[in-house]
């Protein structure tokens, strides 16, 4: 139950914080949140399943409303707060603004902390590694630095060293080739934080900060670390965690990408040959008894996987003209992936409903047994190896480099195991099979790139996290699909009547007032050949709408060709994307807008998500098309492909409901504030000609509409 304690400190704070804003009206529709939060949190509404789903339209104040809903509560209950973003800009915000914010004027005292990935930090020990220029030194590294190079991790060196940078790659001010980075960044395997030398490494310095933070900023991806490895293993684990997941509808695709493995099998092969040197390497090092047993066993069950990988490189190989031979093209011209070839650089085999030759599952259970083995025979030596240099029986400049490779070994290994767990495996009956496919590298290193990946993940968010955490608040400004969140519902894994609560609010805009949606009569569909024609002919007239235009586009191809038919009829001055920086797009718009000069922006998807352009900056968005997207990964296939299985439609199921929170936030550019105004014009005809047009526009906010079909 929420006590009155905590009720009182959430009313007074937010009479505080509107206290110390300029023109703050309290809103109903924050306050509302702000108490759903609370009370789930608290588990009035259920006191086991303490979740709510809340989507929060443009407005509403929500980081304020569940930093309120969430923060007096978990100091009263000695709970962590997490709050986990999908972009940087949203970290930003939050770590730079809202929370110093509500910390300064709400009277409620606490500490937060951004929390960044491992991978954001250097590591002291490749660093200096890197910078040793003798000749045993940078053997993790593909090849010796470049001279320029050098100078830069000598640069990063000193300024770590001389106290002036903290190690993470944000707070470097020059520009770092990611190439270099690899080089130096932390990574958990290679890690050797045992040493006492290693006590002043930027990492594990932010990491102890954490511990006193009560607020954890992280990321969706840092979020997923932790619970794959079971969960407070990088953060507080989560019965100790309220979890607010803001931008919440990228979390299904973090977490896929997350459970996802690939291997190429020439590639495996030779780092396989090469681990059983380094076995070898340590047993002699170590001189135990101890580690000749693992470094024997390694050597052998290195030899089964180099037979068995080598089979399946021949293998696939010898039916390469079956996997893939020439592209195949439906009825319609298009082709097909579906058991057929996409032509692409690489050229890609999907195993239709993810059904793989037996003879491929035989090896697949073979390689998965005898990497397992290798995985804790290299285990085995790193820990016989570490245990000697604390037991000061090895040198540790002798240890660290075969330490640090063992590393790379046990990460490789791992991935390894999971790809072949997810060959060898069989899809239960029931449940969606794991999507499987093959790439062919073509060029002068031959090899086959094997992947794996779940096509759906809610089963296992619900064993990670929905069944073992404290409580969570899932948001985001478009988590809805067609005014329902049954299909964020199914991604997310949240059951029909678990418990859990949902919300809606809507944006405090008066969208009727001061926006209105046009759809006007096109001749063409989109899919009509002419239709670009119609687009040149007809877009003057309604860039003319208004002096700062954005006009989005669903392909590149198209939106060049318009640009350079409209540049020719007239001295239009458009900004196309990939023509400039999207920051330098953004900036010589806003220029020209403060000088009263029209402006107009070609932008694709990427331009419709995020893009802020308030006031006079936005005030005539033009969508050319409807953004559907058709499924080219192989997953996005999968996954259409086992819907049809089921007798289901793809199209209706998966492509409307995306295509519907994409429209929404493609709309949602025109709105940024209160006061804002314009106009919105759709010039895909289909909103109006097609049955499911009408649930795309309903699900539009209240713009007042003038469909002229
Ligand atoms: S503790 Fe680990 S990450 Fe830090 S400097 Fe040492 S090896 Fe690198």
């Given amino acids: 139950m929420l006590t009155d304690k905590v009720k009182e400190v959430i009313r007074h704070s937010y009479k505080a914080i509107g206290n110390n804003l300029e023109n703050f009206t309290p809103r109903k529709q924050q306050t509302f949140l702000i108490a759903e939060i609370a009370k789930t949190l608290a588990g009035e509404y259920d006191k086991d399943r303490k979740i709510i789903t809340i989507e929060a339209g443009t407005g509403t104040g929500k980081s304020l409303a569940y930093s309120l809903g969430s923060i007096p509560l978990a100091l009263m209950r000695q709970k962590k707060v997490c709050i986990s973003t999908a972009t940087v800009a949203l970290q930003e915000q939050l770590v730079d603004k ?48 470049k001279a320029s190079d050098l100078n830069t991790l000598k640069a990063m060196a000193k300024a770590l060293k001389d106290g002036v940078w903290q190690g993470d790659i944000d707070s470097w001010k020059e520009h770092l080739p990611h190439y270099i980075w690899q080089q130096v960044q932390c990574d958990k395997h290679s890690c050797l934080k045992h040493l006492a030398e290693h006590t002043h490494c930027p990492f594990h310095k932010a990491r102890e900060t954490m511990d006193l933070a009560d607020v954890l900023v992280i990321n ?17 684990a989560p019965d100790e965690c309220y979890y607010i997941i803001d931008e919440a509808h990228h979390l299904p695709k ?50 089964d996987l180099l037979v068995d990988l080598r089979k399946v490189f021949t293998f696939i190989d010898n039916n390469s003209s079956l996997y893939f031979g020439q592209e195949q093209q439906d009825k319609n011209g298009f082709s097909k992936t579906n058991s057929k070839v996409k032509d692409k650089e690489e050229k890609l085999y999907r195993f239709e409903n993810g059904v793989i030759p037996q003879t491929l599952k035989n090896w697949a259970e073979d390689l998965t047994s005898s990497s397992k083995k290798c995985l804790a025979h290299i285990n085995k030596l790193y820990k016989l190896l570490m245990d000697a240099v604390k037991e000061n029986e090895v040198q540790l400049y002798l240890a660290e480099p075969l330490l640090a490779e063992a590393g790379f070994m046990i990460q490789r290994f791992e991935n390894l195991n999971s790809l072949w767990q997810m060959y060898e495996k069989t899809d239960h009956e029931k449940g969606a099979p794991l999507a499987r496919w093959i790439e062919m590298i073509k060029g002068k290193r031959h090899d086959y790139l094997f992947s794996a990946s779940p096509i759906e993940v809610g089963f296992m968010m619900e064993d990670m996290l929905w069944s073992k955490c404290e409580g969570a608040v899932l948001c985001s400004a478009t988590i809805m699909a067609l005014n329902s969140f049954e299909h964020f519902r199914k991604q997310a894994g949240l059951s029909v009547n678990d418990g859990s609560q949902y919300q809606s609010v809507a944006s405090p805009f008066d969208y009727k007032r001061n926006a209105q949606l046009l759809v006007p009569k096109m001749t063409y569909e989109p899919s009509a050949g002419q239709f670009t024609d119609e687009l040149i002919e007809k877009l003057p007239k309604f860039l003319a709408q208004g002096r700062a235009s954005l006009v989005l586009f669903s392909s590149y191809w ?74 080219t990964s192989p997953v996005e296939e999968a996954q259409a492909e086992f819907i049809t299985t089921r007798g289901g439609n793809p199209f209706m199921s998966l492509s409307v409901p995306e295509t519907s929170k994409k429209l929404i936030q493609a709309s949602g550019r025109l709105l940024r504030n209160e006061r804002d105004e314009g106009m919105i014009t759709l010039l895909d005809r289909r909103v109006v000609s097609k049955r499911y047009g009408k649930q795309l526009l309903d699900s539009l906010p209240p713009f007042e509409r003038v469909i002229e079909h």
């Fill in 98 to 145: 809202d929370l110093p914010f509500l910390r300064e004027h709400s009277g409620i005292n606490f500490q937060f902390t951004l929390v960044k990935g491992r991978q954001r930090y250097v590591c002291r020990q490749k660093l200096s590694q890197a910078t040793d220029e003798s000749p045993q030194a940078g053997f993790t590294f593909a090849e010796k630095p």
């Fill in 220 to 236: 969706h991806s840092l979020l997923l670390a932790d619970l794959e490895l079971g969960g407070g293993r990088i953060l507080p």
């Fill in 254 to 303: 973090v977490a896929r990408d997350f459970s996802s493995a690939s291997v190429t099998i020439k590639g495996a092969i030779d780092w396989v040959t090469k681990c059983q040197e380094t076995g070898d390497k340590i047993a002699k090092l170590v001189k135990s008894q101890a580690s000749i047993s693992p470094s024997i066993k390694l050597a052998d069950d290195c030899q």
């Fill in 558 to 631: 198209q939106m060049e060709k318009v640009a350079d038919a409209l540049r020719e009829k007239s001295k239009s001055p458009i900004l196309v994307q990939g023509e400039h920086s999207r920051q330098h797009i953004i900036e010589t718009h806003k220029n020209r807008c403060d000088k009263d000069q029209e402006s107009i922006i070609f932008g694709t998807q990427s331009f419709s998500e995020g893009l802020d352009l308030p006031g006079k900056y936005l005030t005539n968005l033009i969508i050319t098309k409807l953004p559907f997207s058709v499924p």
